[in-house]
């Protein structure tokens, strides 16, 4: 399985028209596949929405993305011309500890969205120690999504972490903090961290 995640950077003051305008088209692009995610960023890069799309390799997505551009709804894609500045599109693939997304989930109001960029050939070594304590981590709350990148900016590892409010994400990180083997010692091999804090749209299967 791969996961399309596209970041559309809006004009200020146009995301919740955007949102808008992608929940009324949703269902014409969903006739082709499912959405993964959709979220408009609260804190961190502002007046971005991002979206996330499960395919089970790229041929498929190749072949739904030209199905859905055919659409004779007319309603996708949702019009954008007026409220885009730039979008980006990054190929992903799932850490083999993170649960499928698709189906309907409701684990919190905000997500934390951490982007890790490591070293040329660590990935496998991120992958690994995770995989042995992230059980730890997961005693405090879910993680909802973890990759890393294949296509786009390279060498990058995501994790997404849901939680009631701002209030839950400060009380259960430090809570997670005082696990022994939380977190995992990839420190040596990292070169930059950033984080968006996000809310999922009404229309999102993860919210």
Not at 38 to 47: A, Q, R
Not at 66 to 82: F, I
Not at 160 to 184: H, I, N
Request: glycine content about 6%; proline content about 9%; aromatic content about 12%.
């Amino acid at each position: 399985m791969i996961y399309e995640l596209r970041t559309y950077t809006l004009r200020p003051g146009a995301v919740a028209l955007y949102e808008e305008r992608f929940a009324e088209g949703l269902p014409a692009r969903e006739k082709y596949s499912k959405l993964g995610a959709f979220w408009h960023t609260e804190i961190g890069p502002l007046n971005q929405v991002i979206h996330v799309w499960p395919y089970d390799d790229v041929k498929q997505r190749e072949e739904v993305r030209a199905a859905a551009a055919k659409d004779t709804s007319g309603k996708w894609p949702p019009k954008g011309d007026d409220v885009l500045l730039n979008m980006e599109s990054a190929i992903l693939i799932p850490a083999p500890f993170m649960r499928p997304l698709g189906a309907p989930q409701e684990l919190g109001g905000v997500y934390e969205m951490r982007i890790y960029t490591y070293q040329t050939g660590a990935m496998p070594r991120v992958l690994a120690l995770w995989a042995e304590r992230i059980a730890a981590r997961e005693r405090h709350s879910p993680l909802a999504a973890c990759w890393y990148s294949e296509v786009g900016g390279l060498n990058r590892f995501y994790h997404v972490w849901p939680y009631k409010d701002l209030g839950s994400r400060d009380r259960l990180r430090a809570e997670a903090m005082k696990e022994p083997t939380w977190p995992p010692p990839t420190r040596e091999w990292l070169v930059s961290q950033e984080n968006k804090m996000l809310v999922p749209a009404a229309f999102s299967p993860l919210r």
